[in-house]
């Protein structure tokens, strides 16, 4: 399955200001996919990272908040901008190999707004 | 609205038992489903898919599929301590959309 490298692993923020976090995969993936964990709860997806266009966001979520650069294959960021309290969440980053094959998520990034 | 059912939990097992964990999906159409385990503070893990009605093992782990009841089960037999963590299901629907979605995990805790 494919590796995965997402950072930063944490980082703690003030609010109002931005956060870019990245995810570089060892090989090229079709899928790729962005989501929140929110504490003790399940994965929520924010969007999902399409190469050379526009990423697509689920209901809820839009690219002024979180924009999303896919600029090839194996690499794709994520911004979480003007952060609130409310941000503070795990975001992790998902390629797919194949439905079957289920996806491999990264180590995620533990953001903390203050 | 696509749903992945999961009853939260938490489970207690004592080591050596079979844990059961079951998963009920609402989307009908849904082909591929899989079990994440992921332990407090880490990212999820995949440990079993499966596609087909029946039963597939890996190990300890056997999934269970029922398609026709929308069910979806993990059983872990001879269960260690190490196995405690929380386990998520998911099911891929497609239609055109690659993403899966997930239900919100069931906590195992296996008792030495």
């Known amino acids: 399955s494919a590796v995965i490298s997402q950072k930063p692993s944490r980082d703690i923020c003030q609010r109002g200001t931005s956060l870019t976090i990245q995810c570089q995969v060892d090989s090229q993936v079709t899928m790729m996919f962005w989501y929140r964990q929110q504490p003790g709860q399940s994965l929520t997806l924010i969007a999902t990272?399409?190469?050379?266009?526009?990423?697509?966001?689920e209901s809820g979520f839009v690219i002024d908040k979180f924009p999303i650069s896919r600029p090839n294959l194996t690499f794709s960021t994520l911004t979480v901008s003007n952060m609130s309290p409310e941000d503070s969440s795990i975001y992790l980053c998902?390629?797919?190999?194949?439905?079957?094959?289920?996806?491999?998520f990264g180590s995620g990034t533990r953001l903390t707004v203050v | 609205q696509k749903e992945v059912e999961q009853n939260s939990g938490p489970l207690s097992v004592p080591e050596g038992a079979i844990a059961s964990l079951n998963c009920t999906y609402s989307d009908r159409v849904s082909q591929s489903f899989f079990w994440y385990r992921q332990y407090s503070g880490k990212s999820p893990e995949l440990i079993m898919s499966i596609y087909s009605n029946g039963d597939k093992e890996d190990g300890r782990f056997t999934a269970q599929l029922n398609k026709a009841s929308q069910y979806v089960s993990l059983l872990i037999r001879d269960s260690q301590p190490s196995d405690s963590a929380t386990y998520l299901c998911?099911?891929?629907?497609?239609?055109?959309?690659?993403?899966?979605?997930f239900g919100k995990g069931t906590k195992l805790s296996v008792i030495p």
């Open positions: 998911a099911s891929y629907s497609g239609a055109g959309s690659y993403q899966l979605t």
């Open positions: 990272a399409n190469q050379g266009s526009e990423a697509t966001y």
């Open positions: 998902s390629v797919g190999q194949g439905v079957r094959n289920g996806y491999t």
